[in-house]
């Protein structure tokens, strides 16, 4: 399990604004597959990046729009609190992203849910949409632990549930924490 001072350290940084010339921050696609090779070489963890992937290329898939005066891109930490992956993105998060297609999402935590749950993409007509179930049952099934958040939209998905809930304060785009140490 994601300890919660974990989480809150993640979205305390989230909220003041990550630096785009820090290292972990990937701007551009490219970059962040450049990374993501990286990490398979050096770890040959090949189901761990695609995970990473998939959370970390839906910034560059679904975001055309990203908050003015924040970074354009994802930051990707391999090794945040030695511990932990840490993905997050400044772009126009969940909801945003899906309400275009389902205009009855009435909240972040419901859009947060359709997501990781129901086959369905922000960018209809185009059939996507399985990246996060994927994500999710690659975690249940491995032991694994993600939370995730997007607006005030969370979750957290461990071997035994997924559990949606509201949590606050409130972010800009999306942030994830990967625990890929099974207990």
């Known amino acids: ?50 995970i990473i992937g998939e959370i970390g290329n839906n910034t560059f898939d679904h975001n055309f729009i990203f908050q003015q005066n924040l970074p354009w891109g994802v930051y990707c930490n391999l090794s945040y ?3 932990y992956i840490a993905l997050v993105d ?19 935590v419901e859009a947060v849910e359709t997501a990781f749950t129901k086959r369905i ?24 632990h993600l939370y995730f958040q997007s607006g005030s939209g969370s979750c957290s998905i461990d071997k035994h549930e997924i559990k949606f809930f509201e949590k606050t304060p409130s972010i800009t785009g999306c942030l994830a924490i990967l625990d890929f140490n099974q207990e």
């Open 1 to 50: 399990m994601i300890a919660e001072p974990v989480i809150e350290a993640l979205i305390a940084e989230t909220v003041h604004g990550f630096n785009e010339n820090d290292e972990c921050f990937s701007k551009n696609r490219n970059v962040f597959s450049a990374r993501i090779q990286s990490y398979i070489l050096e770890t040959n963890k090949f189901l761990e990046a695609a």
């Open 81 to 83: 609190k030695e511990k």
């Open 121 to 144: 993409s922000g960018r209809s007509p185009e059939q996507r949409g399985n990246g996060l179930k994927f994500v999710a049952e690659s975690i249940r099934e491995n032991n694994w």
């Open 90 to 108: 400044y772009g126009m998060g969940v909801r945003q992203s899906l309400v275009s297609v389902l205009p009855s999402i009435g909240s972040d």
